[in-house]
């Protein structure tokens, strides 16, 4: 439901903190008085660069695979080494690479080693999915989450990149999508006690398309906490690179992948027009590299932060 000025309810405080371009989006119709809006730029881009571990996915360890552990090529330390290797400001740690059991003296030596090696922890992502109904497995979603607001409040890192999840068999994408809401919402109250962002990524899905991904945002409630993990090669629209221009003023975490897929067919990326994308949107944050093709990544990998490079500095 669309609210004119008029009908807002949002106390002084919030409205303060929504900031001008906020209040233009709510003024103008484009999203409720109830829902997530862009957050406030100054008017000016400016992006660093990391490398999500993701890329490594061939090589690095996941924790529910232990039969990998002996025989694993790469692990997290490695991929922090290459990171600083490479002059990077940040990498992202994704929790897939983590040991089942999390200590503390775990995540505090990956703190150290980033700091020493001056480097960011640019944010964290999870897998969950929060379509599913209420029981065993969403209360494991969840509790997932919370537990992943933790690790990354310790490690410093400032954003999680979050899923929306599938529809459920026999049900509809809008109960899907309701509960995806709400499971939003109740993380977000947790995530702001403890200073941790939550981005929702455009990742198939309940999420496949601009359209999908901005009435998920329509029901978040207002929150500096959250905002749209932007994914440059997630969209397998007819025009992916339109979409994503429809999701940038939300973005405050940014990806991007060296293929696109129009219509699901993959094809090069043409990358300086997703980094204009992010530009014109006034995005300033992390632009974080997740690899996925086919190449050797510690062969491929350095070529494409060096293109990148050029074009958030140019």
Known sequence: MVHNLT????????????????????????????????????????????????????????????????????????????????????????????????????????????????????????????????GEARDRNLKMCRDWIDYSAALGAPVIRIFAGNVPKGETEEVARERCIAGINQSLEYAATKGVCLALENHGGITATPEQMLKIIEGVKPSPWFGVNFDGGNFRTADPYADLAKIAPYAINAQIKVDVAPNGKSEPTDLARVVKILKDAKYRGFLVLEYEAAEDPLVAVPGHLKKLRELITA
């Open 7 to 134: 009908d807002l309810r949002i106390s002084r405080r919030n409205a303060l903190n929504l900031g001008a371009a906020a209040m233009a989006a709510l003024a103008s119709g484009s999203v409720s008085a109830r829902a997530a809006v862009p957050p406030e730029r100054n008017g000016k881009s400016h992006m660093k660069l990391s490398l999500a571990a993701y890329s490594f996915s061939r090589s690095l360890p996941r924790a529910w695979t232990p039969d990998q552990l002996p025989a694993a090529k790469y692990t997290l330390e490695k991929f922090i080494d290459f990171c600083a290797e490479q002059d990077l400001d940040g990498c992202e740690l994704t929790a897939y690479y983590f040991p089942k059991e999390i200590s503390n003296e775990y995540l505090m030596s990956l703190k150290e080693r980033t700091f020493r090696l001056g480097l960011d922890i640019s944010g964290t992502a999870i897998g969950n999915d929060f379509c599913l109904p209420e």
